[in-house]
């Protein structure tokens, strides 16, 4: 059975830090392109970045040289080192598996986890 | 970026009903958009992918069409479990991009 479970997240203050994990179980991290989406509070979905099986990385202009996306094959895990945090970043972030490695078919979802950005 | 406009933002329809969303993009993204539903503190749940295929286990009262810019959504009998935000994805282009989202309540 394929299973995300993300954690990391928290309170920070603006211009902060933070580290976002998304453990994966039942398949392989890189076997499939793997994105990580966001939803502020009361707000639809934004996609923020993803990651290729090739390594390849691609951003959404509004994290792009803020956040770094990045997989552990050894851990089967998925990261996003997100810096310099604005208020604007607050969201629950959900780490997404794309069916297979050709498509943004996003077939499972994590739990999500909530970064809350506050002065 | 393609832009994903979704509507109506909300509706309200009875246990049995028909309910359709539409989902325009601003460009033509062919057949490469998916549907989800998102219920109030859970993660989406992939419904329809390409346009118009099921996903697993979803069941058959959901239903999605077209191509290009212009798609549909549809629920053939709304059923009280149905009550959710539905988003529309696309994939043609990164960004990928979602619709605004559609709220379905029970009248």
């Known amino acids: 059975e394929v299973q995300l479970v993300e954690s990391g997240g928290g309170l920070i203050q603006p211009g902060g830090s933070l580290r976002l994990s998304c453990a994966a179980s039942?398949?392989?991290?890189?076997?499939?392109?793997m994105s990580w989406v966001r939803q502020a509070p009361g707000k639809g979905l934004e996609w923020v970045s993803v990651?290729?099986?090739?390594?390849?990385?691609y951003y959404a202009d509004s994290v792009r040289g803020r956040f770094t996306i990045s997989r552990d094959k050894s851990k089967n895990t998925l990261y996003l080192q997100m810096n310099s945090l604005g208020a604007e970043d607050t969201a629950v972030y959900y780490c997404a598996r794309s069916v297979d490695d050709s498509r943004f078919v996003f077939d499972n979802w994590g739990q999500g986890t909530l970064v809350t950005v506050f002065s | 970026d393609i832009q994903m406009t979704q509507s109506p933002s909300s509706l309200s329809a009875s246990v049995g009903d028909r309910v359709t969303i539409t989902c325009q993009a601003s460009q033509d993204t062919s057949y490469y958009l998916n549907w989800y539903q998102q219920k109030p503190g859970k993660a989406p749940k992939l419904l329809i992918y390409?346009?118009?295929n099921l996903g697993t286990g979803v069941p058959s009262r959901f239903s999605g069409s077209g191509s290009g810019t212009d798609f549909t959504f549809t629920i053939f009998s709304l059923q009280p479990e149905d009550i959710a935000t539905y988003y529309c994805q696309q994939y043609n282009n990164l960004p990928l991009t979602f619709g605004g989202g559609t709220q379905v309540e029970i009248k």
């Open positions: 990651v290729y099986t090739g390594g390849s990385t």
């Open positions: 390409d346009a118009s």
């Open positions: 039942g398949f392989t991290v890189s076997n499939n392109y």
